[in-house]
């Protein structure tokens, strides 16, 4: 069985997701970052940079970064279509927006949320989280402009690319601001949520 160690929103929300719509038989097992959790002696031991989310394998390994186990979990289980296999015509633009969202996206996420890690002077770090704020709509724009399915991202139908991108909405602190003027992007969102994987997850996730 496999085993997600998770956090509360971010990366876990696209792995989970993932997970359940493929079908996989897996477990939870909560990393309370807040506690520090993520840099025990225990955790490090699996996952040697203490990121969250990891997933434990049948094996025995540990694997983590986001990007890097949703392939790995794709070509677990070929037979689901959330992600293109290597023969697939369309898995460049797969592996490329994947990329473009766990990086540019998702580091521009956390600067959003925590500019006080990118400074360390009062002022420095409302600069931050003020351009943070500027890149973030940035990077929606350009996600808006590269949604090519309807109403999901490839024209293949749902991939893990729309849990990914759904969960990047999640952090943004005004989604009607958000959607306003990315119609592309709301329906994106909307059709996410009305998946079982995605609702279930966000049960999962619901802060207590």
Known sequence: MLTLYWEYLAGSIVVQALLEEIGATYQLQYVDMAADEHHSPEFLQRNPTGRVPAIGLDDGQTLGETAAIVVLLGEMHSKCRVVPKPEDKDRGAFLFWLNVMTTSG???????????????????????????????????????????????????????????????????ADKKALFASRPDLENLYQAVNETQAYEKTMATHALP
Not at 122 to 127: F, G, L, M, S, T
Not at 133 to 150: K, L, P, Q, V
């Open 106 to 172: 998702y580091m521009t996420a956390s600067r959003v949320g925590h500019p006080e890690r990118y400074a360390q002077d009062k002022d420095a770090i409302e600069q931050v989280g003020k351009k943070a704020r500027a890149d973030y709509d940035d990077f929606f724009d350009t996600m808006e402009s590269a949604i090519t399915g309807a109403p999901f991202f490839l024209p293949r139908g749902l991939t893990a690319l729309d849990f990914y991108l759904a969960m990047l909405t999640e952090w943004h």
